[in-house]
């Protein structure tokens, strides 16, 4: 199953590489991969591996993130975007280009993480409030956060159009125009992310079983949850920062990984490693050949890909609640 | 009791009709103050003279064609909504269920962008809209199952219905129209810049429509809030009630959207701010229209008048003090037990 994994992902990487508005052939990759074509096609390829190394980490970092959201608050509802996360990232961002002018992409990052871990946290505040967290209460909180926080970044963004309108594109998501740059400096973040999440991500199976069965099996249970939602914050806002706001990947993948591989976290993780990706990168290839010779943003074609699998996560609903 | 024959019987309450002349007064002095506030406003010594068609050329061409047709608009798209957000919450019993929250705003932006961008004069635009909001709907529907009960899964589910919906709109707008994409953008989180006195006839047009339709039906809703065994015993039908209670929100909804774009959370805020204030039971169908007009023309004069600008899309302002307001709602329905 793990091989039929990273096969998948060889093939959307290569996808990512041969596909775009000047579409080039396998065969041109190839020459271009072991420097032996002309110079053009040369420069369209190598164009395409910013963002494909873009689509991989940041891929990587959502499924990640939303399989710890789910295994920790063990909510099937759970996802970085949906929990406002996203628009908290957006709003430190708009918040500094407003303040200080056009920044670098690099310089969003560190705008990004504290915004990002701060609506989380309000998130969870307002979706904690009156007793114990449910299934569906910090969804609603997290929409919560992110209408107001979406209110403010599109008012912002309306009000001084010049300077947004670089940072247009970043608010829906897009892994188009960033080059290497953004991803060494995101990398850090999401590796730290990444080593906690995969730190914790032994213990979330005890957690699945329910709180007392998970003690009775002598887990620690307050580190698997305050890690794992610390690790699914870092990673998200990692990702954000990179790619801007791209909804439901974290979503959707932990679904499509346990109808894959099953409940077992040991398994799933490394899984939702690989389809992480994959479903970005083959997003973005889509995203960038639908409308040619224009570019769509990723961030629309995941809300496509997304949206139905939250509608049938709420059709499951039924039995449990 | 007020009695039209067989078919109409509105339950009157005295506090409810208290409210509702207040609630007027409120919305014509709101009014007043759009028109002659700011630069360019007509002085309200002038406003009975040049209402009355005997103004400056000046004050007329600011009452017919700058502050006049914007404000029938947001008094129409209020009240359009406020009585979408009443029969929506009561048929479905459940304060949270309301259009825009479950993403039939959403929907019929995305179906006004594609009338709009994709069909142009082929499909007229609030056609777009309602087809958009049924789809939602249907969507909605469909994804939580036969009741509209839940009020948790109505609510997730309509946050899915309405991400598609903004990503059909984006598509729609970064393939078609790279050079208006800013004002589409604006229009859709709900814009009344530049309206004209078409738009305001088609919403009120609508509203005037529906309003007799809702007399109709409001015995039967009244029933229907009691539950459906109940209801059913009453001789009420409940589904059918709901059904069209259901498309009539539906209806309205489309209308604003088409008229404003999707202008968030009036439909939500404004039934609940009518039950409230009336203390009475039942939809408050025309206080909550009253409390929709009111409160959209509010926005509307904040919008105009906020520092950073008009042209700042008045269904932003709603979304951030609705954002707030359902956060509160949230915590105290969980409180409750409700979610």
Request: cysteine-free; glycine content about 12%.
């Amino acid at each position: 199953m793990i091989g039929a994994g990273a096969a998948a992902l060889t093939g959307a990487v290569l996808l990512s590489l041969v596909l775009g508005s000047k579409p080039t052939t396998p065969l041109e990759v190839w020459r271009v991969l072991t420097g032996d074509a002309d110079g053009f096609t040369a420069t369209v390829v190598e164009s395409r591996y910013p963002r494909t190394v873009l689509g991989i980490v940041a891929g990587a970092a959502l499924a990640l993130s939303g399989t710890l959201m789910q295994g920790v608050t063990r909510n099937p509802l759970a996802d970085p975007g949906l929990l406002g996360v996203n628009a908290g990232a957006a709003a430190a961002v708009v918040t500094a280009t407003a303040v200080l002018g056009p920044t670098s992409v690099t310089a969003t990052v560190w705008w990004a993480l504290p915004g990002a871990v701060l609506a989380g946290l309000a998130a969870h505040a307002v979706g904690s409030r009156g007793g114990d967290g449910g299934m569906v209460r910090l969804v609603l909180a997290g929409a919560v956060v992110s209408a107001v926080l979406t209110a403010y970044v599109q008012a912002l963004g309306l009000t001084f159009p010049d300077v947004f309108d670089s940072y247009r594109h970043w608010v829906v998501g897009s892994l188009a125009g960033r080059d290497f740059d953004v991803v060494a400096s995101v990398l850090p973040v999401v590796a730290v992310g990444a080593a906690l999440g995969l730190a914790v991500s032994g213990g979330l199976n005890a957690l699945a079983l329910g709180e007392e069965a998970a003690v009775a099996t002598g887990a620690n249970t307050a580190w698997v949850r305050s890690g794992g939602l610390v690790a699914a914050t870092v990673l998200a806002a990692g990702a954000t920062a990179a790619a801007g706001p791209i909804a439901f990947v974290g979503l959707a993948v932990p679904h499509v990984v346990r109808a894959l591989v099953g409940v077992d976290f040991r398994v799933q993780v490394p899984f939702a490693l690989l389809a992480g990706p994959t479903l970005l990168l083959v997003a973005d290839v889509v995203a960038r050949t639908v409308v040619r010779p224009t570019e769509l943003m990723v961030g629309v074609v995941t809300a496509f890909v997304g949206a139905p699998v939250l509608l049938y996560a709420v059709r499951r609903m039924r039995e449990t609640t | 009791m007020f009695r039209l024959g067989r078919a109409v019987a509105l339950p009157v309450h005295p506090r409810s009709l208290l409210v509702a002349a207040l609630l007027l007064v409120l919305l014509v002095a709101a009014a007043a103050a759009t028109l002659s506030l700011g630069r360019l406003g007509i002085p309200l010594t002038r406003l009975p003279t040049v209402v009355a068609g005997a103004g400056e050329a000046t004050e007329t061409f600011v009452l017919d064609r700058l502050r006049g047709p914007r404000l029938a608009v947001a008094a129409g798209t209020g009240a359009a909504l406020g009585l979408a957000g009443a029969l929506f919450q009561s048929v479905t019993r459940n304060p949270l269920g309301s259009p825009d929250v479950i993403g039939l705003g959403a929907g019929a932006g995305a179906g006004a962008a594609i009338a709009a961008l994709v069909l142009p004069g082929i499909v007229p635009v609030p056609l777009g809209a309602l087809g958009g909001a049924a789809l939602a709907m249907l969507i909605v529907a469909t994804a939580t199952g036969t009741g509209l009960r839940h009020p948790g899964r109505l609510i997730v589910a309509g946050i899915g219905v309405a991400a598609m919906a903004h990503a059909v709109s984006e598509f729609v707008v970064a393939v078609m129209a790279r050079d208006q994409a800013s004002v589409l953008h604006a229009y859709l989180y709900g814009s009344l810049g530049a309206r004209s006195w078409e738009h305001a006839a088609v919403i009120w047009g609508v509203v005037a429509l529906a309003v007799p339709l809702v007399l109709v039906i409001a015995g039967a809703i009244a029933v229907n809030e009691m539950g459906d065994e109940l209801a059913d015993a009453l001789g009420g039908r409940a589904r059918s009630t709901r059904t069209a209670a259901i498309s009539l929100s539906v209806v309205l909804t489309a209308a604003a959207v088409s008229v404003a774009g999707p202008i968030a959370f009036v439909a939500l805020t404004a039934p609940q701010i009518a039950r409230r204030t009336t203390g009475a039971p039942g939809p408050n169908m025309a206080v909550a229209a009253v409390v929709g007009a009111l409160l959209l023309v509010l926005a509307d004069l904040a919008v105009q008048h906020s520092p950073i600008g008009d042209g700042l899309p008045v269904g932003l302002f709603t979304m951030a003090l609705g954002g707030v307001y359902l956060g509160y709602l949230l915590i105290r329905e969980w409180r409750r037990g409700n979610l």
